[in-house]
């Protein structure tokens, strides 16, 4: 089980650090409205994601075991493209444009339905923590409740942290920003590695269950 929250804690720490619609949005919405406003909608992950991994979850039960595997290592691989991706932003010293973001939203629903519109989560469920829950899942359901738990746990205080921050103290500031890109980078860098070595492993021993 502790295995899963670490998978789940730091997939959801690279992901809630990573530039995106959703941290844009965020931003943007401190920056007109103030943080205590905004402060709400870090937890909009908790209502957008919920149709998203039933779907993906749905989908991947009735997937042959090898495909999981396959899965898994595509996942690995798309991790390790955006650690490097990250990575190269981080040597660039690009940061994030707060200025150009979108308007901002006003209620919880509305930063719920950017989510829904983001990409990430579906890449995220389908690559990721679909497969990692499912294998979780076979060995104990409490593992799987404990992966997602630890994913979504993380996730709304990292975005709250960061809402927090940056309302109050900018205490992030450019450098404070360049420091949690890199860590995000070796994070995304780390599970890319364990995603490609397990499915590897794995598949080179089809006859044990996936765990």
Known sequence: MFENIIIGATFAFAAAVQPGPLQAFLLSRVAAHGWRRTLPAAASP????????????LLL?????????????????????????????WRA???????????????????????ILNPNPYLGWSLVLGPQAL????????????????????????????????????????????VLV??????????????VAASLHRAGAPTVPPV
């Open 182 to 195: 890199l860590v995000s980078a070796v994070a995304l860098a780390a599970l890319g590695v364990y995603q």
């Open 61 to 89: 039960g009735q997937v042959p075991v090898t495909l999981l595997w396959v899965l898994q290592a595509a996942g690995g691989v798309l991790l390790l493209y955006l650690a490097g991706a990250t990575f190269r932003a």
């Open 93 to 115: 010293g690009r940061q994030q444009d707060e200025e150009s973001v979108i308007s901002a939203p006003r209620t919880l629903l509305e930063a719920a339905l950017v989510n």
């Open 135 to 178: 294998k979780a899942w076979s060995r104990a359901p409490s593992h799987a409740v404990a992966l997602i738990a630890a994913f979504y746990l993380t996730m709304v205080a990292m975005l709250a942290l960061i809402i927090v921050l940056f309302g109050t103290t900018r205490a992030l500031g450019a450098r404070g920003r360049r």
């Open 46 to 57: 908790l209502l957008s994601d919920g149709p998203i991994a039933l779907v993906v979850l």
